[in-house]
């Protein structure tokens, strides 16, 4: 999908000794990204762990809502995600869109 000159590196839970939303795994990648939350986007396709951990870390969210696996329902802000796709080909308009707007 040309995602790989995007994504610099990949932090799991096992690197943090955590699981999402987990604030100290956003911290991690935080850290090893260079950058403050507020100019990072999460992606993800779970409302619970990608969304909420995102937003309590003041990231813009992504929710990839590419299948229905996941039945979760927003309920509150905190689930609330900044964007939603359903295929990860509308991923570079977002984050075309984010940069031209920051």
């Known amino acids: 999908m040309g995602l790989e000159s995007y ?3 990949i932090v799991t839970s096992v690197d943090a000794g955590c699981e999402k939303p987990d604030a100290r795994i956003f911290s991690l990648a935080l850290k090893a990204a260079g950058v403050n939350a507020n100019e990072a986007v999460m992606v993800g396709d779970r409302v619970a762990k990608d969304i909420v951990g995102g937003n309590r870390m003041g990231m813009k969210t992504i929710l990839l809502k590419w299948n229905q ?5 927003v309920t509150g802000q905190e689930e609330q995600p900044t964007y939603t796709i359903r295929h990860l080909t509308e991923l570079l308009d977002i984050l075309d869109q984010i940069e031209r707007s920051s």
């Open 69 to 73: 696996r996941y039945q979760e329902i």
């Open 7 to 9: 994504i610099d590196f």
